[in-house]
Nanobody, 114 residues
Framework: QVQLVESGGGLVQPGRSLNLSCTVS????????MAWYRQAPGKQRELVAR???????NYADSVKGRFTISKDNTKKTVYLQMNSLKPEDTADYYC????????WGKGTLVTVSS
């Protein structure tokens, strides 16, 4: 069973940065499509950013220019660098791994507040 472990969430002031990490327990990490989703209270889970095995990426319009997704195949880890955070970025952030099946982390809470 593939397991995903997220870290890096927390409380941050508007305009500041956070870097989320997600480590995946699989030897086939480089074949996976990795993504970050988020879910705010009372809202549906939404895609934030995705990175494919060829390192191509796409982003939600709401985070373009502020967030960057990247991965390190040797560390089996995907990152989400979040800059210029806004209160509306407050949500539980979930890591997703896709290769033949979908796998999810348990989530890490990001709270943007002054």
């Amino acid at each position: 069973q593939v397991q995903l472990v997220e870290s890096g969430g927390g409380l941050v002031q508007p305009g500041r940065s956070l870097n989320l990490s997600c480590t995946v327990s699989t030897i086939f990490f480089k074949l996976y499509t990795m993504a970050w989703y988020r879910q705010a209270p009372g809202k549906q889970r939404e895609l934030v950013a995705r990175i494919w095995s060829d390192d191509s990426t796409n982003y939600a319009d709401s985070v373009k220019g502020r967030f960057t997704i990247s991965k390190d195949n040797t560390k089996k880890t995907v990152y989400l660098q979040m800059n210029s955070l806004k209160p509306e970025d407050t949500a539980d952030y979930y890591c997703n791994a896709r290769y033949q099946s979908d796998y999810w982390g348990k989530g890490t809470l990001v709270t943007v507040s002054s």
